[in-house]
Nanobody, 123 residues
Framework: VQLQASGGGLVQAGGSLRLSCVAS????????MAWFRQAPGKEREFTAD????????WYADSVKGRFTISRDNAENTVYLQMNSLKPDDSAVYYC?????????????????WGQGTQVTVSS
């Protein structure tokens, strides 16, 4: 399974970005899909996750109410809509796929990773 993330960039605080992650080489609709992020000098941290249908989602407390994860199984794509961005949201954002059916915030649970896309929020 290959994951290709895109959509990062430079945005001012309070602005919005939409990240996309396209999957190929597997059965996308079977996977839990998540976004993680990693700021310089910090651990990679869980950000958001969605189950196979997109009906059930989970968020880190730091992004709840501002970020929305969604997926389009027909397009093999998962999205992360990020609103009201803050400088603390600056990081490299990674999409990840978990072939199990259970939710996890632990990055060790995820089997496949995209290459990351940089998000920079200026104050």
């Amino acid at each position: 399974v290959q994951l290709q993330a895109s959509g990062g960039g430079l945005v001012q605080a309070g602005g919005s970005l939409r990240l996309s992650c396209v999957a190929s080489g597997g059965i996308f609709r079977r996977y839990q899909m998540a976004w993680f992020r990693q700021a310089p000098g910090k651990e990679r941290e869980f950000t958001a996750d969605t189950n196979w249908s997109g009906v059930t989602t989970w968020y880190a407390d730091s992004v709840k109410g501002r970020f929305t994860i969604s997926r389009d199984n027909a397009e093999n794509t998962v999205y992360l809509q990020m609103n009201s961005l803050k400088p603390d949201d600056s990081a490299v954002y990674y999409c990840a796929a978990d072939t199990s059916v259970s939710f996890s915030k632990d990055r060790a649970s995820y089997d496949y990773w995209g290459q990351g896309t940089q998000v920079t929020v200026s104050s």
